[in-house]
């Protein structure tokens, strides 16, 4: 079930970018595609922000060692339902295995290739199948395979998650057009499980990492579904400047469309939560700082109580004043502490407000998008965190993973 989540909209061929999938045998259902291979031009700039699970997965350790080699990135090779996740040594080996398939098929030397894995954490490689799915793969590429490429990455995803977005500058059309793919294991500490954003904007590499950097901390990191950071979270920003149009971070326009992107695949994430029956946006207002707000928003968001209080439509309030106080928070002041539950005031001065009925915040909860908002009234600096209530379905979704 999602929540006010539909399948994506136009997407929009991004200049210089190149897309294919196909089923090559990971999955035992041979009718849904489990490999993706996207190709960028010559000249295209690759930035990139990886999970920070120390745990992390062989593709991870080796897309890094490529990123630094100082080659080009002219290919990303993307697998579902195999996460090469704890597998040591052997496991770095099949995936270098997986990138020289592909140099050798493109005439490209192997750190050219980008790897990326995602499913069950502990199994090996099927590395045979996927180099075996190579040479028709390259043949598959075209640059209307978005949509493709998006469900090729799923996993417990029930929707392919895509943006895309044009604007015009300096008579110029540039397009930004995304894919990412997750459901649960999410708090990503950097990105989501899997992200691929680009553009045809002419950006060059140290602007691009900045910019990056700026719209994954408000997107990406900032959702939620169960704590869980997975160990092959990635998320790339890819600008190939086929456009010819130049931008930076400085560069309005572009940032908030870009920003827009972000977010909106990051909300899709949330909105295709395991067993989510309700999107919840919570705002910390008014803390002392940046970090205040997140640790407060956050201690809400993954509160079993609270999620499951709003699974319920159980307008338990206490449970939401409990974990603002359990918050490691060393300044808070409980006696300034306002509490809201959309636009219904449940604590006011750290006290129930007088004008609250049960009836009203029932009202509220009954809902599946609610926001609750917490004014600290001490500083400047506020958050915003999105995450899910806690179902039934979540723990039968992943009690089953693996059957």
């Given at each position: 079930m999602t929540v006010g989540l539909s399948a994506p909209g136009v997407l929009h061929p991004v200049k210089g970018v190149m897309l294919a999938s196909c089923h090559s045998g990971i999955k035992k259902d041979s009718t849904i595609d489990d490999l993706v291979l996207m190709q960028f031009s010559d000249e295209s700039s690759v930035a990139a922000v990886f999970t920070t699970n120390k745990f992390c997965a062989a593709p991870v350790t080796i897309a890094k060692q490529h990123l630094d080699s100082g080659h080009a990135?002219?290919?990303?090779?993307?697998?579902?339902?195999?996460?090469?996740?704890?597998t040591g040594v052997e496991g770095v080996e099949n995936c270098i295995s997986t990138c020289a398939a592909i140099a050798a098929e493109a005439?490209?030397?192997?750190?050219?290739?980008?790897?990326?894995?995602?499913?069950?954490?502990?199994?090996?490689?099927?590395?045979?199948?996927?180099?075996?799915?190579?040479?028709?793969?390259?043949?598959?590429?075209?640059?209307?395979?978005?949509?493709?490429?998006?469900?090729?990455?799923?996993?417990?995803?029930?929707?392919?998650?895509?943006?895309?977005?044009q604007?015009?500058?300096?008579?110029?059309?540039?397009?930004?057009t995304g894919i990412c793919k997750g459901s649960g294991m999410i708090k990503p500490d950097m990105a989501t499980m899997l992200a691929y954003v680009a553009t045809d904007a002419l950006i060059p590499?140290?602007?691009?990492?900045?910019?990056?950097?700026?719209?994954?901390?408000?997107?990406?990191?900032?959702?939620?579904v169960d704590g869980d950071t997975s160990t092959?979270?990635?998320?790339?920003?890819?600008?190939?400047?086929?456009?010819?149009?130049?931008?930076?971070?400085?560069?309005?326009?572009?940032?908030?469309?870009?920003?827009?992107?972000?977010?909106?695949?990051?909300?899709?994430?949330?909105?295709?939560?395991?067993?989510a029956t309700k999107f919840i946006e919570i705002q910390v207002?008014?803390?002392?700082?940046?970090?205040?707000?997140?640790?407060?928003?956050?201690?809400i968001a993954h509160s079993p109580?609270?999620?499951?209080?709003?699974?319920?439509?159980?307008?338990?309030?206490?449970?939401?004043?409990?974990?603002?106080?359990?918050?490691?928070?060393?300044?808070?002041?409980?006696?300034?502490?306002?509490?809201?539950?959309?636009?219904?005031?449940?604590?006011?001065?750290?006290?129930?407000?007088?004008?609250?009925?049960?009836?009203?915040?029932?009202?509220?909860?009954?809902?599946?998008?609610i926001i609750i908002r917490v004014n600290l009234n001490q500083g400047e600096e506020s958050a915003t965190i999105w995450t899910t209530d806690l179902s039934y379905d979540y723990v039968k979704i992943n009690a089953e993973y693996r059957s």
């Amino acid at each position: 079930m999602t929540v006010g989540l539909s399948a994506p909209g136009v997407l929009h061929p991004v200049k210089g970018v190149m897309l294919a999938s196909c089923h090559s045998g990971i999955k035992k259902d041979s009718t849904i595609d489990d490999l993706v291979l996207m190709q960028f031009s010559d000249e295209s700039s690759v930035a990139a922000v990886f999970t920070t699970n120390k745990f992390c997965a062989a593709p991870v350790t080796i897309a890094k060692q490529h990123l630094d080699s100082g080659h080009a990135t002219r290919y990303l090779l993307i697998n579902s339902g195999n996460a090469n996740a704890g597998t040591g040594v052997e496991g770095v080996e099949n995936c270098i295995s997986t990138c020289a398939a592909i140099a050798a098929e493109a005439s490209f030397p192997k750190q050219s290739v980008l790897p990326f894995s995602t499913g069950v954490i502990g199994a090996p490689l099927p590395v045979d199948k996927i180099s075996s799915a190579i040479p028709s793969l390259i043949k598959k590429l075209g640059e209307d395979n978005w949509l493709a490429a998006a469900k090729g990455i799923m996993t417990t995803d029930t929707l392919p998650k895509a943006v895309s977005r044009q604007l015009v500058i300096n008579g110029k059309k540039v397009t930004i057009t995304g894919i990412c793919k997750g459901s649960g294991m999410i708090k990503p500490d950097m990105a989501t499980m899997l992200a691929y954003v680009a553009t045809d904007a002419l950006i060059p590499q140290s602007e691009l990492d900045s910019c990056l950097k700026q719209v994954v901390n408000s997107s990406f990191n900032s959702i939620t579904v169960d704590g869980d950071t997975s160990t092959n979270d990635a998320c790339l920003l890819i600008a190939t400047g086929v456009s010819q149009q130049s931008v930076s971070r400085t560069h309005d326009e572009f940032m908030s469309v870009l920003n827009e992107v972000f977010s909106l695949l990051a909300q899709s994430i949330i909105r295709d939560g395991e067993g989510a029956t309700k999107f919840i946006e919570i705002q910390v207002e008014q803390a002392l700082s940046s970090q205040d707000a997140r640790e407060l928003a956050y201690t809400i968001a993954h509160s079993p109580l609270v999620k499951t209080a709003l699974f319920a439509s159980d307008a338990n309030w206490g449970r939401i004043l409990a974990a603002i106080g359990r918050a490691p928070i060393s300044s808070l002041d409980i006696d300034k502490v306002a509490l809201f539950l959309g636009d219904v005031c449940l604590v006011k001065n750290g006290l129930p407000d007088e004008d609250y009925s049960e009836q009203k915040g029932q009202a509220v909860m009954q809902q599946q998008d609610i926001i609750i908002r917490v004014n600290l009234n001490q500083g400047e600096e506020s958050a915003t965190i999105w995450t899910t209530d806690l179902s039934y379905d979540y723990v039968k979704i992943n009690a089953e993973y693996r059957s």
